[in-house]
Every structure is written in structure tokens, then in C-alpha cells.
């Protein structure tokens, strides 16, 4: 079949539908396009951004009903769209993978501050020690110059001239002999404490070095953490331009290759059927895992009842067994999960799994409640971060104001998205085994300026026992 004579596809839109198509894809994009571009312009040091949108690049269904006029318009137009629809593609794993870098640059910086500030703690503590043991050798020196003092003066020596028998004699000469070994022994205490001063001054000085050390490496993670989320929102806006544009360049190809000869309208329709069944999946979703979280939540407060107190935030919880997530204290602050604690904040064992092994030291808390168990926000604030985070998984951060924030890791779903503001005992998301994780569970952090601070005590003074 020629050019002259071939089939109209019917898929060339009415005046219309290519204003209500091209019009309204153009302000969204429009704004789309913008988000990249900011994000894009906070990361310029971090990576290349995606590249921008211009409703020029994509063509319109005239252009598509054009090139079926002839063999070689219609291929060049095939490879044109083809083109587009792979640059999309391209620029949306291009954005992911720069978010997950910009993620993971996060993460090792804050190990990088954690490990700083452990360092300021360690140097603090030997710094103290010999501070004290310098007091200790000081004191010793004092007590010993002032016993010297009693048992020595003018009398002693001039006794050995005037004395009346060579027992008397060889008495005071045995006692200046013991004066000098006492003197010999104070010199020692009193090089001692020296020393020790000396240590505790050092030891001092490298610790000031050392904290200059941890909130440089702080600063950093904050950079980092802004990278990230200014990635994280350049993937964001990438998938948002994919969605916008992708059916109608897949629709716009199949016409092309004679495949479908459906109208604009009915491609339309197709996108907005398609949205609307994949938010009713979702809906579906979370109504599925609020009443698995309802159920197993009532099936742990029974549980608790029979067992005593429970860890929900009471100031009368039992700080051994798990409790009731959520329950609220007077303080305002509730228990992250319902999960029994089976790791605490500080030293542990080492554990290595396939392509990676957990720390020595242990940032947060963790509480086990079963994978799908739901995790509750422990004081009311805003997400500061709602994603992946290298080690930690699907995280989520709240910032709660006043330098303190908490943290919540490994989950298997986050029900929360960045920026968003959240209440006690609101559920963040799912406990889940994401990340480097030997099992599912929720790794709990407070954060208290900046760095991370051991969960269990900083909870309980607000009446909630992990």
C-alpha cells in the first residue's frame, strides 16, 4: 500500500483534545521540569543533572499522522520517539542511582561523625583519669612532705652533736636515714604527679582536637544529607516526567508501526484509568497492613496482659519485655514499637553476613515485633528523611526539634514522606529486614545535637521503657 492510498489510523486528535492534551501536559511538565532543575542546581557538585524538558523535544499526533505519509518520515519519526522514550528511561535510573549514591555518601558520613565523636569520649575519659591520678600523686606528695615536716627540723641534726650515749646517736641517724628515703620517695610521687598532669593536659588538647574533628564531620553529614535529599528529589521529579509522557510516546510509536489506531482521548483515558486502579492498589495496601498492624497490636497487648507490664511508654513498663507500641506517656513521648528489645546502644559482638559484617559498637536500639509489625513516630515532628539509606535501609528521620531527632531503620515499608509533619504514636512504616540487617526489626537512634546517644536512658527520663 503507497502513501497515497494508505488507511487513516484515526488517531489524530480533534483541535480540542490537542489543546486539553498538549496544554495541560505542558503546565505539569512545566513545574516537573522545575523540580529537576532546582534539585538539580543543589547537587551541581554532587552529579550532572537530568536533562531538562522542552515540549519542542516530543512530538505532537500531527507530526505522528505526517510521518505515515511517507516510509522514511515515518522511521525517522520511529527513532525519534524510540529516542525519547529511552532518554526517559535513562534519566530516571540516572536520578535513582545519583540518589542512591548521594544516600550512601550520607550514611558513611555519619558513621564518619559517630566514630569522631566516640573518639572525643574515649580521649575525654583518659584525659579524666589522668586528671585524677594527677590530684591523687599531688595529695600523696602533700601528705608525705607534711609527715616530713613533723619528724624533721633543726633539733634532729643538731641531736646527733649533743647526744648523750652512741645509742642515741645511731637512733637519730637511723631516723635521718628514713628522712631521706621519705624525701627520695616524695620527689618520686611528685614526679608522678607531673607526669600525670602533663598526660591529663595532652590527653586534654587531643580531645579538643579530636571534638574540632567530630563537628567538622558533622557539618559534612548535613551537607551530605541535603545532597541526598536534593537527589531524591531530582529522581522524584525524573519518574513524575517519565509517568507524564510516557504513554502518550508509546501510544504516539504504536501508531506509528500500525499497531493500534486508538484516539489521544482514549489514550488519555487509559493513563488516568491506570493511575486511578494503581491508587486504589495502594489504598488497598495500607488498609491491608493497618489492620494486620491492628491485630497484631491487640494480639500484643493481650499477650502483655498476661505477662506483666508492658514497655508501652508507662512510667510503670517493664523495662526487660517488649510492650505495646504507640501507648503515650505524660511526656508527650511513646514507644517506637511493640517489639521486645534484643540489642541495646554500645559494644557488641561482631556479625558478618553475605557482603557485609554489622559494627562493633552499636548506635541505636533494637526492637523485634515481627516483619510487617507497625512502627510509630516516638515524639511528634517533621521527616527529614523518608527513603534508603545505605546500612540502615528504608529510614526514616523525624526531626523533633531542639536538637533532638530520632531515627528508625530496616523497615520494610515507609508510610511517611519527606517534609511531612507527623504526631506521637503516628505509624511511620513497617518493620522490616532492609539494608544490613540480620532479621526484621526496627534499629531505633535518637540523636540529641547532631550525633547519636544511647536510646534506652534518654526514653526512660521521658517515662517510655524500651
Known amino acids: 500500500m503507497d502513501a497515497a492510498t494508505e488507511v487513516d489510523c484515526g488517531c489524530a486528535p480533534t483541535a480540542a483534545e490537542r489543546r486539553s492534551l498538549w496544554g495541560s501536559v505542558t503546565r505539569r511538565v512545566a513545574l516537573a521540569a522545575g523540580a529537576v532543575g532546582v534539585a538539580a542546581g543543589s547537587v551541581s557538585a554532587f552529579a ?3 536533562a531538562a524538558y522542552d515540549p519542542d523535544d516530543y512530538p505532537t499526533w500531527g507530526d505522528v499522522e505526517s510521518a505515515r505519509s511517507s516510509q522514511s518520515a515515518k522511521a525517522a519519526e520511529t527513532r525519534r520517539i524510540e529516542g525519547l522514550i529511552s532518554q526517559l528511561k535513562e534519566n530516571v535510573a540516572a536520578a535513582q542511582a545519583r540518589a542512591e549514591r548521594a544516600a550512601d555518601a550520607y550514611y558513611e558520613a555519619q558513621q564518619d561523625a559517630f566514630a569522631a565523636a566516640q573518639r572525643v569520649e574515649e580521649l575525654q575519659e583518659q584525659a579524666d583519669e589522668a586528671a585524677k591520678a594527677a590530684d591523687e600523686a599531688e595529695l600523696a606528695a602533700a601528705r608525705l612532705a607534711a609527715q616530713l615536716t613533723r619528724t624533721s627540723g633543726s633539733e634532729t641534726s643538731l641531736g646527733v652533736l649533743f647526744a648523750d650515749s652512741g645509742a642515741s646517736a645511731d637512733d637519730l641517724l637511723a631516723r635521718l636515714g628514713q628522712m631521706d628515703k621519705l624525701s627520695e620517695q616524695n620527689e618520686a610521687i611528685r614526679a608522678d604527679a607531673v607526669a600525670a598532669r602533663d598526660s591529663a593536659q595532652a590527653l586534654s588538647d587531643q580531645a579538643e582536637v579530636a571534638r574540632e574533628e567530630r563537628d567538622r564531620l558533622q557539618k559534612v553529614a548535613e551537607k551530605k544529607l541535603e545532597e541526598a535529599r536534593a537527589a531524591q528529589q531530582e529522581a522524584e521529579a525524573a519518574l ?4 507524564e509522557h510516557l504513554v502518550t510516546l508509546e501510544a504516539q510509536l504504536e501508531a506509528l508501526k500500525g499497531k493500534t489506531s486508538k484516539t489521544v482521548k482514549e489514550y488519555k483515558e487509559g493513563v488516568k484509568a491506570k493511575k486511578e486502579y494503581e491508587a486504589e492498589q495502594r489504598r488497598k495496601e495500607e488498609e491491608r497492613r ?3 498492624a491492628e491485630e497484631r497490636a491487640k494480639r500484643n497487648k493481650n499477650s502483655n496482659n498476661g505477662g506483666g507490664g508492658g514497655g508501652g511508654g508507662t512510667s510503670t513498663g517493664d523495662t526487660g519485655g517488649g510492650g505495646g507500641g504507640g501507648g503515650g506517656s505524660s511526656s508527650g513521648w511513646v514507644r517506637p514499637s511493640g517489639g521486645r528489645l534484643t540489642s541495646g546502644f554500645g559494644p557488641r559482638m561482631v ?10 559498637w552499636h548506635m541505636g536500639t533494637d526492637l523485634a515485633a515481627g516483619c510487617g509489625s507497625p512502627l510509630y513516630a516516638a515524639f511528634s515532628g517533621t521527616v ?3 527513603g534508603g539509606l545505605g546500612g540502615y535501609g528504608n529510614f526514616v528521620k523525624i526531626d523533633h526539634g531542639n536538637g533532638i531527632a530520632t531515627g528508625y531503620g530496616h523497615q520494610s515499608y515507609i508510610a511517611v514522606g519527606y517534609g511531612q509533619r507527623v ?3 503516628q505509624v511511620i512504616g513497617y518493620e522490616g529486614n532492609t539494608g544490613n540487617s540480620f532479621g526484621c526489626h526496627l534499629h531505633f537512634e535518637v540523636f540529641q545535637g547532631g550525633g547519636q546517644i544511647n536510646p534506652a536512658p534518654f526514653m526512660a527520663a521521658r517515662g517510655v521503657y524500651l
Open 240 to 243: 513524575a516526567q517519565q509517568e
Open 384 to 386: 527529614v528523611w523518608a
Open 48 to 50: 550532572k543533572p537530568a
Open 290 to 292: 493497618k489492620k494486620e
Open 423 to 425: 504526631s506521637a504514636g
Open 351 to 360: 556479625q558478618c553476613g553475605t557482603g557485609y559484617c554489622s559494627s562493633g
